[in-house]
């Protein structure tokens, strides 16, 4: 089944995730923004939603088994993180020969660079193994992602034999959802640091999971079967202020562990909501062209968007000669036009690699499975008779 509005709303992620890190060097410039960095768990919830209402059935009943699940989610994640890593090590390279020939930007770029780049490759940087994030520092979350999967595949064989009845599954998700939240805040006060969104570098993992298992206990409650039309103007209504709570428990989110958790909550409600039919002003929204596009090429977008920045960044310090701030991004009004030329063209490389990447080994990746799939089934009719 295809939710256009989750499809939609996983693109608001990603333009807030995206904001949070084009406004960050400059500090708290907004509320909401500054705090944007929890729509990545809205990323983790959704994916559980969608990947247990996609995959629940077939992998219990053991249609498709681990390799070809973990076949279809690595070619979905992996192929445009691989293309876009290596033009990562292109603009490295580049700002390391440019330092050394022209003294331009700085020329010492640390070893420390070496080992983060097979973090980076491998995705294994959801783990805190060298406990720092560089490169393309976003994709932490595809390795938290991949843990996820790893995780519900498990999760599902273990407990198959619950499956005629969704409420023991139900509460092994939220036990599995609750328990990660609490032991990241366990981790927290141990660090002396309990917040929610900076368990990343080091347990990332955690964070994933916990989220995705937030997502599976709400697609087996599935509320949005409840949620039908009750006119345009109640549900614009209804719509509008789950969306303001939303957005105003992030912005006042800040480092309270405590409010990032009842902001994914929150997102927790948002998503269950537009699962339904409602068709209010914000149904309406999320269901046009720009928002649906948007959603489609976000997974893109989310991986590319840092990249873009800095080059963008780059241009208007060394070629254009903007002054910068002491975070060595540009300062004064410059860094509107900055992050306005970076979102558009971040815009259209997505579109590139969603066209010619993502979207073509999606298909191919379903095509391979539906095919052995069907080898299979003709062998087994083939050995009965």
């Not at 509005?5 to 995730?17: E, I, P, T």
């Not at 999971?209 to 206990?217: I, S």
């Not at 300062?331 to 971040?346: D, I, P």
């Amino acid at each position: 089944m295809y939710y256009s509005k989750l499809n939609a709303l996983r693109g608001a992620a990603a333009f807030f995730v995206a904001a949070f890190h084009y406004i960050l060097p400059y500090g708290a410039l907004n509320s909401l923004i500054y705090n944007s960095a929890i729509f990545v768990d809205l990323f983790f919830v959704l994916s559980g939603f969608v990947i247990y209402k996609g995959y629940q059935q077939s992998v219990s009943d053991r249609v498709i088994n681990a390799g070809q699940f973990a076949f279809l989610r690595l070619a979905r994640l992996y192929p445009v993180h691989f293309v876009i890593l290596l033009v990562w090590l292109m603009f490295i390279g580049g700002k390391i020969l440019v330092a050394s020939r022209f003294g331009l930007g700085d020329p010492q770029y640390e070893n420390t660079l070496v080992w983060p780049f097979f973090e980076n490759l491998f995705l294994i940087n959801a783990y805190g193994i060298s406990g720092e994030l560089q490169w393309n520092y976003p994709t932490w979350s595809v390795s938290a992602e991949l843990f996820a999967y790893l995780a519900f595949f498990i999760f599902l064989i273990v407990f198959r034999k619950a499956g005629d009845s969704a409420r023991p599954l139900v509460f092994h998700a939220v036990l599995i959802s609750v328990s990660c939240y609490l032991a990241l805040y366990v981790i927290g006060l141990y660090e002396k640091h309990p917040t929610l969104v900076y368990r990343h570098a080091s347990f990332g993992f955690l964070r994933g999971a916990a989220g995705f298992f937030a997502g599976v206990a709400l697609a087996q409650l599935d509320p949005g079967r409840f949620v039908k039309r009750r006119g345009f103007l109640k549900d614009t209504l209804a719509e509008a202020g789950l969306v303001a709570i939303a957005l105003w428990l992030v912005s006042i989110s800040n480092d309270s562990f405590v409010l990032q958790v009842v902001t994914v909550a929150a997102f927790v409600v948002v998503i269950g909501f537009f699962s339904g039919l409602s068709q209010g002003l914000v149904s309406r929204f999320l269901d046009g062209r720009a928002m649906q596009y948007f959603g489609r090429i976000s997974y893109s977008f989310y991986l590319w968007h840092v990249i873009v920045y800095l080059f963008m960044t780059d241009v208007f310090q060394f070629v254009l000669g903007f002054e910068t701030n002491a975070e060595n991004h540009v300062a004064g009004e410059a860094k509107w036009l900055v992050m306005g030329l970076s979102f558009t063209a971040t815009c259209i490389v997505s579109t590139i690699t969603f066209r010619l990447i993502e979207e073509p080994v999606r298909l191919w990746s379903k095509k391979v499975v539906r095919n052995r799939l069907r080898i299979r089934r003709g062998s087994g009719e083939l050995e009965a008779a």
